[in-house]
Structure formats: C-alpha cells, structure tokens
C-alpha cells in the first residue's frame, strides 16, 4: 500500500504588506526584549546616536505605536529580522488565547503552551487540562511559513490552594491566573522576589504530582497510556484546530492556505532498505549463520547469538523474610517456563541458552523493608563466593515499586546494586507486587520473563544477537544524559563505543560540566580503536547539539592522532511532544509510518521512525507500541564530510540499525542504544556512594 504522510504543520501566508514595528531603548509598559542576537543592520540603523553593541536587548511593542520611537519594516529575507517577525507571531499567539481566558505558558523549548479545560476527568481532588502547542517555522517543508501543533499531554490542577495545604515541600509548579509559577523557586533576582511576594497563595493552586497527591491523599489513578498514541495525538490536535483555529477570528492572525494539516512533500520521503536491520542469531547445528528481522519472533526458535565466557552460572536472591515463599514460585517460572496454553516461555536454558542453578548457600533475607542495607551486608560479608569458576546473577525483590514516594526507599535499590557491583555480581530487580499479579497470570508473565532472561543474559557477558550487515570499519560513540529532577542535575554518560556491528565496548559516565573529562574519554575511544583497526570514519552519537566547548578538544585530539577520517555529529532527540511528527493516512487507523522512514525537514535535518511495522505489515502487533520518530541533526567540522551525497542515508541507517539493539526489552525501541544506553547510565551511577569499579565499565550491568 502507497504511504500518504500527513504532518501536524499548519501553512499560513506570508504579510500582504510589509510588518512595521516601534523600538525603543527603554523597557516601556507593554514593551518585549529584544535580544542583542537579533539587532540586525537595519535595527542598529534606527539608532543612530547610540552604540547598541554594549546592551543585552532593546525593546519593542510591536505593532504598537511609540510616540517619537524609531520604527522598522521588517524584512522577511533577513535572517535576524525574520526571528523578530516570530517572536511577534509568538506574542500574537500568546494574546490571542490570554484574551480568550486560558492558561498559556512557556514550554521547555519557550514555545507558547496553551492549556485547554477538559470536560470531563475533572474531580473533586483536581481539574483537568490539556495542554497544546506552538511552534513558528520558515519554510521548512514548504514555501510558506508554518505552524507547528502539537498535543503536549494533560496537567492536573488541584482545587485546594497552597494556602491550604500543609505539605508545601510537595509542592513544585502552581497555577496562579493565567500563569504557572515554580513554588520552590530560588529568589536569586529583584524581579523573582517581587513576583513571589505579590502572590496571594489563596489563588494559587498546585500542579498535581505523585509525592504531593500521596502527601494530600488524593487517589492516584493509572496513567492513560493508549496502545496507539498517533489516534489520540492527532484526533486531539485534529478536534483543537478545528475548535479554535479554523475560526474567521483567528484566522486573521494567521492567515491558512488551507484548514488542513499539510501533507509531507514526496521529495522529502525516503525510506532504509528494512534488511539492513536484520539481526544475528546464533549458528544452527551445520554452521550457518541465523538471521531475522524481529527479535521478539526470532529468541522463540533461535539461539543467541553469543553466550557469556563462564558458562557456570548461579542465581540467588534477596528478599524480604515474608516474601520467601513466592520467591520459590519466581525461581520455579524462571527456571522451569510457565504453565499456559500458548508457551513462549520455556525456561532460562530454552530461551537464552544459558545453563543456571540456584545457589541457596547464598540466599540473604532481610526484616527491615525500610532499611535492609546494614542485614544485606552483614549476610554478605559471611558469604563466599567462587568467582574464578562461577558467574553469579542476583535477583532483588523489591518491597517498593519505582513511584514510592519516600526517595530513601528508591535508594535502596541503587544501593543494593552497587553493593553487589563491587563484589562482581549482577542484579536483576524484581517488584514484588507485580511479581504476585505475574504469578497468577501466567500467560502475561511469561512476557516479562523473557525480557528477564535477555537482561541476564547481556549483564552476563553474553550478546543476545548482532547486526548482520556490518561491512563498515567504524566507531560509534554514544553521549546520553538524564537529569535528576531532585538535586536538578544532569549526568552525562559518554564513550559508550560500539563496533560498527553494534557490540559494546565500555563507557565512562561524568557531571554535566566536566568537558575536558567527556572530551578525554571520547579521544581515548578513538585511541583505542584505531590502535587496533583503520577507522572509515568516527561517529558521535550526541544527546542535544554539541558545544564549541565539547566539540574543539575533540578536534584537536583528533588531528594529534593524525586519523584522516571524518568525523559526524548526530544530534538525536526524541520527539515526544513540541515538535514535528508525520502520520500515514493510508494504515486504516492506526496511522503510524513505516519503520526506516526517514523525512528531511531541514538542512540536514531528519525525522526517524522507528518501529516493528515493515512493509506489508509482516510481524506487527499492537503490544509492539506504537513509538513516535526521532529528529537528527548531522553535523561535521570537515569541509568535505558531505561531498559523498550518501553518507547521509549511511548515517540515519547506522542510527536505525542501533536502535535494533537493545536487550533490556524484545520491544522495538526509537532511540539507539547510544542514546539510551547512557542515559541509563546517568540515570544510576552518580548516586553510586564509590563509583563504578573499573573492571565494571566493560559489562551492561546497568540493564
């Protein structure tokens, strides 16, 4: 079936007649910065007796006239006017829905977020919003400008105000007016000052979030998690512009060519030839080699493709002493498979080939759930253990799921982790309260199961299965980040080098700020694998857009080394919202697009999408997900990095084929391990009390 790619992009037209708007040097009642990056040569020309070189911003009002203030048309070919045009647009847009009465913000990008009150899941406890926004583009896919649309998610605001509520440490963003505020906010400024003590906190009303919604009480429902999220995003932004933008009054605004959400250009679809993410498996009895495209049918009838060195392997537990007896049921499935009609689970050795006993001399029970360290510890140091001959797996029942709301008992896993990472033992956590619900549906465990098994399997030395199609000499190197929402603190995770056949080598992980340190671990990669093989090019794979700061020492390295290969920079995000998505009308409902297709939205710029669904719709189901694209960005310090026009297509297929390598899950993920693997990283080891050993660096112990 012929693809048909819709965007969520709105075309408007361009000004019948030139914009015209007053500046002035003073921030004047109903004036806007205008930021030093936009003082074009006509904007410094309207200041003729002052040097505006030495001022952050002047300021505007727009359309507004100044008595005796400079004016300007604004030319729409130049770049920095066409930037002051957008920030009008934007302060259009904001205007219109202030005047209409919705709440309307800023979103993380400081695109304007227009917050629309639901009609229904309102309750006693909170209102519901959903949330929608803008975001204004040039000439992107077409010729004209464009509105970017997009759904955001939903917030729910209570109707208890901070006034009357006690637990304010709980608090973080509030609703006040029109406005959102952040209530633990650092008053480092005049104006954040002045702001906070001109709140009346009787009309300031909390965003929910699940400590405060504990802390108060309040029900916590499930997450609305649609098994297709294109139907909900795209009927939600489909109902929103027909409510509120194909109307004559906004219209006047912003002017559509037509009410419709445009199509994607044909000339900017491609598509990766779906075999280049094949995958091998383990050898079949005669030698030869096994592939297959989706590893979720193919660890059904295929063996791994490489098992851990030390095929010794012993499995032992931690858990809490009223919990041991469902321990055994747990090691029962795992080891033996499940009880169920339909069985694709038939135990560790059937599924991931590895041979496991259970090492009972080792099993450590607690009493105290909300503070096991001090007995796990003790336990342990009268334990010994064979790490010469045998490779041991712990598994930890946890008492606490990951959404408890005591950040003592969320710890205790990153704990007990690192306890057993420096006596050279893996751990798997285990939820015990998911685990008693798994154990009496035993059709659905055997699905979580088998995603166990794959962990084990990788944090043991063993490689679960490979790109097949492996006939480039590169280097991957993956920078990824998380940020802890608690110290609001990013973590980096970097060198995460992979052969060009997607099997890892190391990592090292550092704080956001520590430059020289990623740059040093990056350059040491590239050291070690061209030491050893002659590299065609070298490839970062980078979680936002690189610095001069990180890029430069990079460079330098680079030319010490005296390579004479080039170097790429992907920048990959996850487009989870805030952005350009694209969805295929002709896939009866469920809209999402082929799996290797790529779209040009840019100047090397891309969306990514993938998936499970091939062409004919081979393999696909509905628990596969339904993810949403990634956008890249390619960039290269050498001149001639894109003279061969089909390095580009070499790129977005080397990013969609590590996507296809993730043994946490057997789900298709849209992000490639080098992005996800050290985020998965930062996200663990800096709350390590000692770091990671040394000798742990070479192992996904993190899985």
Same mark, same amino acid.
């Given at each position: 079936m012929q693809e048909h790619l819709k965007t969520n992009i709105l075309n408007f037209k361009w000004p019948s007649s030139t914009p015209v708007i007053y500046l002035s040097l003073e921030d004047i009642e109903g004036s806007h910065p205008i930021h030093r990056s936009k003082f074009s040569k006509q904007v410094k020309e309207a200041f003729p007796d002052t040097d505006l070189s030495s001022l952050e911003h002047i300021f505007t009002t727009f359309t507004q006239e100044i008595p005796n203030a400079p004016s300007i048309k604004i030319n729409l070919i130049k770049d920095k006017e066409l930037r002051i045009y957008k920030q009008f647009l934007k302060h259009q847009l904001k205007t219109y829905f202030l005047e209409k009465g919705y709440i309307v913000v800023k979103n993380f990008v400081r695109d304007v977020q227009v917050w629309m009150p639901s009609k229904k899941g309102n309750t006693a406890d909170y209102n519901l919003y959903y949330k929608f926004s803008f975001k204004i583009l040039f000439a992107t896919l077409t010729d004209l400008p464009e509105l970017v649309v997009s759904y955001d998610g939903t917030s729910k605001v209570l109707?208890?105000?901070?006034?009357?509520?006690?637990? &304010?440490?709980?608090?973080?963003?509030?609703?006040? =007016?029109?406005?959102?505020?952040?209530?633990?906010?650092?008053?480092?400024?005049?104006?954040?000052?002045?702001?906070?003590?001109?709140?009346?906190?009787?009309?300031?009303?909390?965003?929910?979030?699940?400590?405060?919604?504990?802390? +108060?009480?309040?029900p916590i429902e499930e997450p609305d998690r649609p098994k297709n999220r294109y139907q909900k995003y795209v009927a939600l932004i489909t109902t929103f512009a027909k409510n509120y933008l194909f109307t004559e009054e906004f219209k006047t605004l912003f002017p559509f060519k037509q009410d419709a959400f445009i199509d994607v250009p044909g000339n900017?679809?491609?598509?990766?030839?779906?075999?280049?993410?094949? +995958?091998?498996?383990?050898?079949?009895?005669? =030698?030869?080699?096994?592939?297959? +495209?989706?590893? #979720?049918?193919?660890?059904n009838i295929l063996n791994p493709y490489r098992r851990p060195n030390n095929q010794n392997i012993k499995i032992f537990f931690i858990c809490h002493t009223s919990h041991k007896d469902s321990v055994l049921s747990f090691y029962q499935n795992l080891k033996e498979g499940v009880n169920t009609e339909k069985n694709y689970y038939k135990g560790l050795e059937a599924y991931v080939n590895i041979k496991a006993?259970?090492? #009972?001399?080792?099993?450590?029970?607690?009493?105290? !759930?909300?503070? *096991?360290?001090? !007995?796990?510890?003790?336990?342990?140091?009268?334990?010994?253990?064979?790490?010469?001959?045998? #490779?041991?797996?712990?598994?930890?029942i946890s008492p606490f799921d990951k959404f408890t709301p005591d950040p003592d008992n969320r710890e205790i896993y990153i704990r007990i982790k690192e306890l057993f990472l420096n006596e050279g033992i893996v751990t798997q956590v285990v939820d015990y309260e998911k685990m008693i619900v798994n154990i009496q549906d035993q059709y659905n465990f055997q699905f979580s199961l088998q995603n166990m098994a794959l962990a084990i399997h990788a944090k043991l030395g063993g490689a679960p299965w490979k790109l097949a199609v492996t006939d480039k000499k590169e280097l991957v190197i993956g920078v990824g980040a998380f940020t802890n929402q608690g110290e609001n603190r990013r973590y980096i995770a970097s060198a995460f080098s992979f052969q060009n056949n997607g099997l890892f080598r190391n990592f090292e992980y550092f704080n956001q700020n520590e &430059?020289? +340190?990623?740059?040093?671990?990056?350059? #040491?990669?590239?050291?070690?694998? &061209?030491?050893?093989?002659?590299?065609?090019?070298?490839?970062?794979?980078?979680?936002?857009?690189?610095?001069? !700061?990180?890029?430069? *020492?990079?460079?330098?390295?680079?030319?010490?080394?005296?390579?004479?290969v080039p170097l790429y920079i992907l920048n990959i995000n996850k487009t989870e919202a805030e952005d350009i998505i694209a969805y295929d009308v002709n896939w009866g409902n469920k809209l999402m697009p082929v799996s290797g297709t790529y779209i040009r939205i840019g100047i090397n710029k891309f969306l990514l999408f993938n998936n499970a669904r091939y062409p004919n719709d081979i393999y696909y189901a509905d628990t596969d997900g339904y993810p949403f694209p990634i956008k890249i960005k390619i960039s290269s310090p050498d001149e001639d990095a894109f003279e061969d026009v089909e390095v580009i297509e070499e790129l977005l297929t080397q990013v969609y084929q590590f996507s296809r390598l993730?043994?946490?899950?057997?789900?298709?993920?849209?992000?490639?391990?080098?992005?996800?693997?050290?985020?998965?990283?930062?996200?663990?080891? *800096?709350?390590? !009390?000692? =770091?990671?050993?040394?000798d742990a660096k070479d192992t996904l112990w993190f899985l």
């Open positions: 109707t208890k105000s901070v006034n009357d509520i006690e637990e &304010t440490e709980y608090i973080k963003r509030c609703v006040y =007016g029109q406005k959102t505020f952040n209530y633990q906010m650092n008053l480092d400024t005049e104006d954040k000052e002045e702001f906070y003590n001109s709140i009346e906190f009787t009309q300031a009303f909390p965003i929910f979030n699940l400590q405060l919604a504990r802390a +108060l009480n309040i900017r679809i491609n598509h990766i030839n779906p075999n280049l993410g094949l +995958l091998e498996f383990g050898k079949d009895q005669y =030698g030869n080699k096994r592939t297959h +495209l989706v590893p #979720k049918k193919a660890m006993t259970a090492s #009972k001399e080792h099993f450590i029970e607690f009493t105290n !759930e909300n503070d *096991p360290i001090p !007995e796990i510890v003790e336990q342990l140091e009268s334990l010994t253990f064979d790490h010469e001959n045998v #490779k041991y797996a712990a598994f930890y &430059t020289e +340190l990623l740059a040093g671990s990056i350059l #040491k990669a590239i050291r070690d694998f &061209t030491s050893v093989a002659q590299a065609d090019k070298v490839v970062i794979h980078f979680y936002k857009e690189m610095s001069y !700061e990180e890029l430069q *020492p990079i460079i330098d390295g680079m030319n010490k080394l005296k390579l004479g993730y043994w946490k899950s057997l789900r298709q993920q849209n992000v490639p391990i080098t992005i996800k693997y050290p985020e998965m990283v930062a996200q663990i080891a *800096p709350r390590f !009390e000692n =770091g990671v050993p040394e």
